[in-house]
């Protein structure tokens, strides 16, 4: 599975991202709400085959809060139109999950989100939205409000 995380940030009024791209050769990213990821275990460069997931009350910067499929078309390549798809389904489920509203919260998020190859080849259509931390925690951020 090939995805690209994003980090959401809004910069003149439009939705600005930072690119990675995480790949693989299967049809499953394997992502599941609640997991953590540790960045100090994340793979260098562009291209990873997975996500280092950690229990949460190990140190991590990074929780999945939504895992869905994109059901419209959509082109990997054009980051607007995938930044708009992930703030569709990141920003409601980032408050039912944090119990706050993403603008009023002190935390901000990443998506991943299938590549033109992982899409062409695997059919994929996941969408991973992880909670983005300024500093590793050792708990989780669900319901915290934060």
Do not use: W
Request: with cysteine.
């Amino acid at each position: 599975m090939s995805l690209t995380p994003y980090i959401r940030r809004s910069l003149f009024g439009l939705t600005a991202s930072a690119l990675l791209v995480v790949s693989g050769c299967s049809s499953s990213l394997h992502a599941e709400v609640g997991q953590c990821i540790s960045m100090e275990d994340f793979p260098e460069g562009e291209e990873v085959s997975h996500l280092p997931t950690v229990e949460c009350s190990k140190p991590h910067t990074m929780e999945i809060f939504a895992v869905e499929e994109i059901s419209k078309d959509f082109d990997p390549a054009n980051d607007i139109q995938m930044a708009v798809i992930a703030d569709e389904v990141c920003r409601p489920a980032f408050k039912a999950y944090v119990g706050i509203d993403l603008d009023e919260s002190e935390l901000d998020y990443v998506f991943f989100h299938p590549s033109e190859e992982g899409k062409e080849k695997h059919d994929d259509r996941q969408l991973v939205c992880a909670i983005m931390a300024t500093e590793e925690v050792t708990t989780s951020y669900r319901d915290t409000e934060k």
